[in-house]
């Protein structure tokens, strides 16, 4: 019985086989597909098999095929199905142009005309997705081979990237796109002021100002305080530490003070000094409280004040470089560097210890043994 071309009856089948995950190990991107072979009455062609060639094209009727492949379909009842794409895989790029039309070749002669491919197909593209906008400008594009999603701007650049890496490339922004509201663990900022005098006393640190702050996530807390020393009552030595702490009263931390004053004075009138102070902490989530304070070094008559106080807390989630502190413990950190200190203030005087504040973190191994 002889197989007329011209009298193929063909359809697609609705079912995609591949889809975005085709493109990866489990194999290549499937099209199912289903047609009918009858003679010149129309009548179905013998039960066997028989040889088909598919291309596909980007036009209707002219130019060359893009891809092509001959399969060996078994008829029962003129029905068949081939999956195209077993034979010859389809390229991964084939589904991104605007139109693709599916030529049949039996027995030697073509079916025509060609039969557009609607949109199910292209979904095959998934893999290596391009929008365009309205006057056919690329929008968003994405890339299996290096993980990539991109988005331009209506002048083609590229404007935001993510990669499927690590580090500072895995995600490019334009500069200046990103605000607090964007971004659920943003550094944030906490200020407080006190303008008063507060009187010192040389027995225990006095509270200046104080600052509250609450961090959504584990990171850096860095202090930074700022007042003027007044200094009176003698023309004998006169000096005063401050420092930020987070614990009330105590004694001076070492190194975290910063000491202004003079051995003696031309009078007893006030002597201004201003005082910069900054201190460091690695803090888990949560709300924490800090503290300025000061203490005279010498009693009456000689006088000591602090006065327009302002100290400033920052919350930084990651770090860049090493965060070191001193601490009068090493709190068994194996990466605590021990150090002996010999001052003439015996609150000064003993054993310290330099540590990495990244050592405190959760994720780190060091925090871990």
Known sequence: MTVHAKKLIVRLCLTILALLGSAHASGPALISYQGRLVDTENRPVTN??????????????????????SGQVVTVD????????????????????????????????????????????????????RVTDADDSLAIATSGNNRSLTLYDSEGAEKVILRGLDGDTAVILPEGSISAP?????????????IHAVPLITTIMSDLVRVDITTPADGYILLLGKCYLLLS?????????????????GGTQFPYYAMAGLSGYVNTGTNYFPIFVQRAYYKKAGSYEFRMEARASYALPARAECWDHVLIAVYYPTQYEAVKAILSSGLGLPGAIPFEVDRSDPDESGQYYEIDLRQLRPDSSASKQ
């Open 78 to 129: 003129g029905l068949f199905d081939h999956r195209l794409g077993s034979v010859t895989p389809l390229p991964a790029d084939i589904f991104t142009g605007e139109s693709l039309f599916l030529e049949i070749t039996v027995a030697g002669e073509i079916i025509s005309p060609r039969t557009r491919l609607t949109s199910a197909p292209h979904a095959l593209n998934a893999g290596g997705l």
């Open 48 to 69: 066997g098999s028989h040889d088909l060639v598919f291309s596909l094209f980007a036009d209707s009727t002219d130019g060359e095929a893009l891809w092509s492949e």
């Open 233 to 249: 009552g003698t023309t004998g030595p006169n000096t005063a530490q401050v420092q930020i702490d987070e614990a009330v009263g």
């Open 182 to 194: 964007e971004l659920l663990d943003e550094p944030g900022i906490a200020v407080n002021t006190n």
